[in-house]
Each structure stands twice: as structure tokens, then as C-alpha cells.
């Protein structure tokens, strides 16, 4: 398979919803989502063309057919600073919020989210960019956050389930739902 460069809305050509990756490069290669550094992957002008949930931001949501994703920017390992719709990626993301193309979401091993893969990463379809805003952020920074709905496609699964719900679990999922 050639090196593709991501920049589609859409699906990629022969890439289901539901493939999987074992690393990076695989991902990359297929052209679902190429942005090594940095969740968002776009354009400020046309949008984002794909997003990566994968150990991100601490007020990140994700509640599989729905996402509380927040964007990139002022951190240095740790959130040192506000973030901002002028930063170029959150930038592509609020373009579409404002075009509503759609927007391939990419789910990689994050202890914290029940939807993710165990391993590897996961394409989990498109999603649609309902609202994006600045918030205040659980460290005290104004955060830009976007919310995300799944578009629903004929014939097309749930968000599959890559980890066992515990009880502990279940009680930080509740308690980021009513924070989010």
C-alpha cells in the first residue's frame, strides 16, 4: 500500500469503519489519520480531516457515538497556558464546526476511555463537529472544546468496546458525564 496523505474528507478508499492498526506507521500509512504530533490533523482553511483520542487532555469526553474533544495547544507535558480557535489545528477543527464536513475519529489505547482499543488503534467513522467553544478547563485554562456526534451510516455497527467496565470505571465515566 502507497503512502497517502490524509487530506480527504470522508472515508479513505478501502478502509472500513472498525479497521485496526497495530502502530502508528500503519495508521499513518493507510492515510486514515498521518499527524504524528498532535491530535487534529487539517487544514485552517478546508477543516480537519481526522482527529486522535489517545491519552490526550484530561477534560477530554468520549462516550463513544458522542466526544468532548479538546483541542491542542499550551502544553509543555503539562497545561502551562490558555489554548485558542487562532492555534492552527483548533483552528481546522472550528472550521468544521462551521462547514460540518465530516470528520474521521481514530481511537488509540487511553486507560481512561471504555470505547478504546486495547492495543493499537482503531478507525471508528465519521463524526460531525456540533459545537465549539472556550471553557474553563479542569487546571483553571480556557480550553477550546469541541463536541462531536457520530453520523449515523446504513449497515454500520456501535463504536465497539475495547475494555471490561468496572465499577470504578463506570463511576469516573459518570462523573466526567456530569462535568462535561
Do not use: W
Amino acid at each position: 500500500m502507497s503512502l497517502r496523505n490524509g487530506r480527504t474528507f470522508g472515508h479513505i478508499s478501502g478502509v472500513a469503519v472498525g479497521a485496526t492498526f497495530p502502530t502508528f506507521d500503519e495508521l499513518a500509512k493507510a492515510g486514515v489519520h498521518v499527524k504524528r504530533r498532535g491530535g487534529i490533523h487539517g487544514d485552517q482553511e478546508l477543516g480537519a480531516f481526522s482527529i486522535c483520542l489517545s491519552n490526550g487532555y484530561e477534560d477530554d469526553v468520549d462516550n463513544g457515538n458522542s466526544i468532548i474533544y479538546v483541542g491542542s495547544g499550551g502544553q509543555d507535558g503539562i497545561q502551562i497556558s490558555d489554548q485558542s480557535f487562532d492555534h492552527p489545528p483548533n483552528k481546522a477543527l472550528f472550521t468544521s464546526f462551521e462547514t460540518k464536513r465530516p470528520v474521521r475519529v481514530v481511537r488509540g489505547v487511553n486507560e481512561n476511555s471504555f470505547y478504546s482499543p486495547k492495543t493499537g488503534y482503531r478507525y471508528d467513522g465519521l463524526y460531525v463537529v456540533d459545537e465549539a467553544e472556550l471553557k474553563e478547563g479542569k487546571k483553571g485554562f480556557r480550553m477550546c472544546t469541541f463536541k462531536l456526534r457520530r453520523i449515523e451510516e446504513e449497515g454500520q455497527k456501535g463504536v465497539p468496546t475495547g475494555r471490561k467496565l468496572t465499577a470504578k470505571k463506570m463511576a469516573k465515566m459518570v462523573k466526567n458525564a456530569r462535568s462535561g
